[in-house]
């Protein structure tokens, strides 16, 4: 054993300080029942408890060809998929940068018309059988008559901006974010928009459904997993951190007034007694009732450009795990008993340079704690090059590396604890362990849960520990990625929504 060293037991001490027991996890998930209870009675909870009028999940038998495009950040993505009924699907896609004129301008219009002039480009390319034989000669005058059914494509829409969804293919933006900022759209139903600007193509394409990324993820999860077992939940650990489920449409109270509200525009399948939700679940526990708070939370929520808001997110997802431990970093580094990485830059001359991602808001990537969360050599190589890579700082010592460690295990590992306060809220409140076959099937999406080794192995000690699960439910939780879900799950979309149209 190495003797301790100042800088290692002062990774122990705030380590400990991330530590969530089981008693925590247990408070954390009655709070989030309640909230979960209070979203689905009331509009305006702190979970919003969003309804996506996805009424139905599929179990892999469906077939069919749909289009589905995804309008996310940085690129516009178009793509078909060949729903095989076994399943198994192929897809081809086409993805394109969003010119930053098109983000940030006074005219829908334009932002539309270039999404549509995509969808049309994807069709010349990868259905050109069907594009001359319909489209071509519609758009040069030779055929007049509107589009047989069969030969119009359902289309699913990703649309990863804050929607109110107020029917399967109708949604008007909340507000923009990521860059984007046409003041235009804002209020405006954005299925209505690109379908417009699909209509002046003359292309055989129907927006059908509007698809939440983490509706997409339960989609594509439920097609895909094994057996006829349907998914219960489609979970994001990514940049951000979200999941959706298969809610009884009747504990839905709040959607009585919904549709006294909306009767004249809305109907949609209630047949199934199901609804999807979108949970929100980025906001949990705002108010920080049952939440962890360190002083590096307390540190970080500050500094955020929205302080009090997103606070379950802010412990999770990718966007923020890397920034509280170089906040835990750099506080280290002052420390003048500690003195990381040889102390801060200055008199007494040492390792971190003054430019040093260290000193810079989300300097280290998330990316930077899977590696080191990885390294198990007996020198920390790998660390050691990362945090030369990422901070700029030439040969930290051993015990530095080993503090560095210590601390990215501890924030990882709340993380998937609190992942599955998340998760196993929604299995306890769905009681999909005791119905039917008892397996509740998670599909999972997110550089986090995909890339942090580990991960979910924290997520089922939790479960285990969480009695309504226990040992023997947690066995029946079953977790798969969920490969494409914005893909394959906005397919999916399309073909619910047509199978259930007009019933
Ligand atoms: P998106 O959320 O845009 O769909 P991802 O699922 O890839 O994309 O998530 C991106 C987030 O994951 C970023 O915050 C990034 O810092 C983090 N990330 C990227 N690579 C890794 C990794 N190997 N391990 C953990 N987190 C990662
Ligand atoms: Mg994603």
Sequence with gaps: MSSSSPVVDEANRIAALFDYPAAEVNRGVKEFIREMNEGLEKEGATLSQIPSYVTAVPNGTEKGIYLAVDLGGTNFRVCSVHLHGDSTFSISQSKVA???????????????????????????????????????????????????????????????????????????????????????VV??????????????????????????????????????????????????????????????????????????????????????????????????????????????????DEHSVNPGIQMFEKRVSGMFLGEILRRVLLAMSRDEGVKLFG????????????????????????????TVKADHSEDLGATKAQIKRELDIDNPSLDDCRAVKVLVHAIGKRAARLSAVALGAVVISTGRLNEGDGIADVGVDGSVVEHYPGFEDYLRAAFREIPEIGEEGEKRIRIGVAKDGSGVGAALGALVARETRGR
């Design 98 to 184: 969003i010119p930053r004129e098109l983000m940030v301008t006074a005219h829908a219009k334009e932002l539309f018309a270039f999404l549509a002039l995509q969808i049309e480009r994807f069709l010349q390319t990868h259905m050109a059988d069907h594009f001359t034989s319909h489209v071509e000669k519609r758009q040069t005058g030779h055929v007049t008559e509107p589009y047989a059914e069969e030969q119009i494509f359902d289309l699913g829409f990703t649309f990863s901006f804050p929607v109110n969804q107020h029917g399967i293919n109708k949604g008007t933006l909340i507000r923009w974010t990521k860059g984007f900022d046409i003041a235009e």
């Design 187 to 300: 209020g405006q139903d954005v299925c209505g928009l690109l379908q417009e600007a699909i209509d002046a193509r003359s292309l055989p394409v129907r927006v059908a459904a509007l698809v939440n990324d983490t509706v997409g993820t339960l989609m594509a999860r439920s097609y895909c997993s094994p057996g006829s077992t349907r998914a219960l939940i489609g979970a994001i650990f990514g940049t951000g951190t979200n999941g959706a489920y298969v809610e009884k449409l009747a504990r839905v109270t709040k959607m009585a007034k919904i549709d006294s509200e909306r009767e004249s525009d809305t109907s949609y399948d209630k047949s199934t007694g199901e609804m999807v939700i979108n949970v929100e679940w980025g906001s949990f526990d705002n108010s920080l009732t049952v939440l962890p708070n360190t002083p590096y939370d307390v540190d970080l």
């Design 343 to 370: 102390g801060e830059s200055g008199a007494n001359g040492n390792g971190i340079p003054a430019d040093s991602g260290l000193y810079v808001r989300w300097g280290i990537d998330t990316s930077f704690l899977s």
